[in-house]
């Protein structure tokens, strides 16, 4: 039987963050949060292929912004505009899911539907 676990869910969403703390785990931590918990909480399984689909989308894009670097440095902008979508989306949609809502995260490729 699936329970209802907001906390979890946000702090799946929050886990995200964990890569400005230890330099690494944004993929990892929500994975295994995921992996784990998406058939014991409810609603886990939609935010937990969201987090990992937004994740997986970071590091294609990050990907693509390194030969841009060489072109007008236009990578360096990536870099920035990435790093500001990689703090900003995993605390709006944190606050969504505590509130009940879907999670959102623009730009995120469809990797695991």
């Known amino acids: ?3 209802q676990d907001n906390q979890l869910i946000v702090i799946t969403h929050l886990s995200q963050l964990v890569v400005f703390l ?5 993929l990892i931590v929500p994975l295994i949060l995921w992996a784990t918990q ?10 937990g292929k969201s987090i990992i689909n ?5 590091i294609v894009y990050f990907l693509i912004c390194i ?3 060489l ?11 990435l ?10 949609n944190a606050i969504k899911a505590n509130n009940g809502e879907t ?6 490729l469809n990797f695991i539907s």
Do not use: C, N, T
């Open 1 to 3: 039987m699936m329970r």
């Open 22 to 26: 230890i330099g690494f785990g944004s």
């Open 38 to 47: 998406k058939e014991k909480v409810y609603k886990m399984d939609a935010h």
């Open 54 to 58: 937004f994740q997986l989308s970071l």
């Open 67 to 69: 030969p841009l670097i």
């Open 71 to 81: 072109l007008f440095g236009l990578g360096l902008l990536g870099f920035l505009v």
């Open 83 to 92: 790093g500001i979508f990689s703090v900003v989306f995993p605390i709006i």
């Open 103 to 108: 999670p959102k995260y623009p730009l995120s």
